[in-house]
């Protein structure tokens, strides 16, 4: 008896709910459809756009960095409020200035993605037999035992040839 009472106030209550917040709660809805119509378009877009790859790569790139935050300062000479820019602990007078730093940092987590990607990809095709050895393998050094003062990397390496 008590228990179909607060079953059907607990029902009365989401009712009114819903009631008074369902203009908010379509709203919601609908963004979230729209969002998913757009989301599905790109992927439809990027299945025939042959840089869709590197866009999505500097789109993860840039999520991982950190943005631009701007803070007020008192300026060191005069005293004076004045607005400057933070881009990982750095300051910097103007946004572009930080802008460009943290497109600088966005552009160096792309590239070494694609350096890292030929061998990653190489891991992914070789027999497992063959990663393993890899992997116990003791890594080989064929650079000299002693700095020639030269940062240039040889073609050739022992008794290797090119083809």
Known sequence: MIRDLLNGFV??????LVYRYH???IAAVRRFDANNVRRIAEQERAKTDPLAHFRETLKT???QVEAVSEITLADERLGTPVTRYI?????FATRAEAERARA???????HSYYVDLPRALAE???P????????QAPPTTDAPTQPSG????PLRRGNETLH
Do not use: D, H, Y
């Open 128 to 135: 497992e037999g063959v990663r393993r050895a890899a992997e």
């Open 124 to 126: 992914r095709r070789a």
């Open 23 to 25: 203009r908010a709660i």
């Open 150 to 153: 030269s940062n240039v990397v």
């Open 87 to 91: 881009f990982e602990g750095e300051r």
């Open 11 to 16: 029902l009365l209550a989401a009712a009114l």
């Open 104 to 110: 600088e940092k966005i552009r160096a987590i792309a």
């Open 61 to 63: 790139a840039e999520e």
